[in-house]
């Protein structure tokens, strides 16, 4: 049957940035369609708190303290996942964000810091955790969630779109060595609810803005989101691989600029 393809039954899935927001949206989807849950972020407390909705879900959880840009942290947290629960089976590299600055007034520390939280961080777990799904699994999926900003022109983001746009490129390029084995693709993602955009949001005019530029006429959700992932994780696309999916309300332009200083 076609639904028995969408679940992920014993699977085993590490998902970075799981404290809040779309990543915790992802690994409360994944338990529900039959998955248990490596749930890693920076604040020990958001972790702990995803894992006990996992278990309240039936499924078991693991939750680890990971900080993505350091590559002893991302060594430890694979280590962790296989000493409690013997294999992977998927990766959801979630983690990242940097804030809008003009480009003049990005620093070159700023850039790279960009650039490390992004995507040298998914890079670098993925390649951890590729043998480690072909030896315990046989094979996996990766999910690499992306922003719109790695396509669209957005002022204020020439290090966060930048960061974006090579994520977009590391996803198609790993996916052709990796193949057919493990899986590699992305989420391009556009506006969605969460604590980044709770600026905008917030805010009535920049909100009715915001919708009214919105060709769905509202943001996103992290369910929005933990569908299009829980497809790309899950047996449901197994002929689907190296590509970018975008899911964005239907935006070709931003639905919000950020002001910078003219030259």
Known sequence: ????RFKLTDRVAIVTGAGKGIGRG?????????????CAARTQADVDATAAEVRARGRRALAVSCDVTKAESLEALVAATLAELSRIDVLVNNAGGTGPRPALDTSERFFEAALRFNV???FLLSRLCIPKM?????????????????????TGFVAYGTAKAALNMMTRNLAAEVAPKVRVNAISVG???????????GNEALRTQFDANT??????????????????????????TGKIFQVDGGTEAPAI???????
């Open 215 to 240: 060709p769905m006429a509202r943001p996103g959700t992290p369910e929005d989101i933990a569908a299009a992932a829980l497809f790309l994780a899950s047996p449901a696309s197994s002929w689907v």
């Open 120 to 122: 040298t961080s998914a």
């Open 191 to 201: 506006g969605v609810d969460t604590q980044a955009l709770a600026m905008v949001l």
């Open 1 to 4: 049957m076609i639904l028995e």
């Open 26 to 38: 992802i690994a409360l989807a994944f338990a529900e369609a039959g998955a248990h849950v490596v």
């Open 134 to 154: 072909i030896e315990s699994a046989g094979g996996g999926a990766i999910v690499n969630i992306s922003s719109r900003s790695s396509d669209m022109v957005q």
């Open 257 to 263: 600029r950020v002001p910078t200083p003219r030259l």
